[in-house]
């Protein structure tokens, strides 16, 4: 069982990024899916999550507009598009599986992949 996040590097600001987050050993269909975000120095904070469904997804106010994210189930991968980007959006970006009753409720989430480091600089 295990998520596989990927897709980071370093970019200029008002460019993109599309990360992925890559499912294997079970079926991430039945599961919501969050995007979160550590930058140096800051605690973890979410970015945006899925619902199983698709049609209901979270946004944080800082990435509102900028950011989409989506789900590919028959690749049993989420995605995260990120646009615009701008250099406080540098952080490691994580990916978790989960059951949550709200997308930001860390601990609520079952499996967390790696990280993957997302730099904006020029």
């Known amino acids: 069982v295990q998520l596989q996040a990927s897709g980071g590097g370093l970019v200029q600001p008002g460019g993109s990024l599309r990360l992925s987050c890559a499912a294997s050993g079970f079926t991430l269909a039945y599961y919501g899916v969050g995007w979160f975000r550590q930058a140096p120095g800051k605690e973890r904070e979410g970015v945006s999550g899925i619902h199983t469904s698709g049609t209901s997804t979270y946004y944080a106010d800082s990435v509102k507009g900028r950011f989409t994210i989506s789900r590919d189930n028959a690749k049993n991968t989420v995605y995260l598009q990120m646009n615009s980007l701008k250099p406080e959006d540098t952080a490691v970006y994580y990916c978790?599986?989960?059951?949550?009753?709200?997308?930001?409720?860390?601990?609520?989430?079952?499996?967390w992949g790696q990280g993957t480091l997302v730099t904006v600089s020029s």
């Open positions: 978790a599986a989960g059951t949550p009753s709200w997308y930001t409720f860390q601990d609520e989430y079952d499996y």
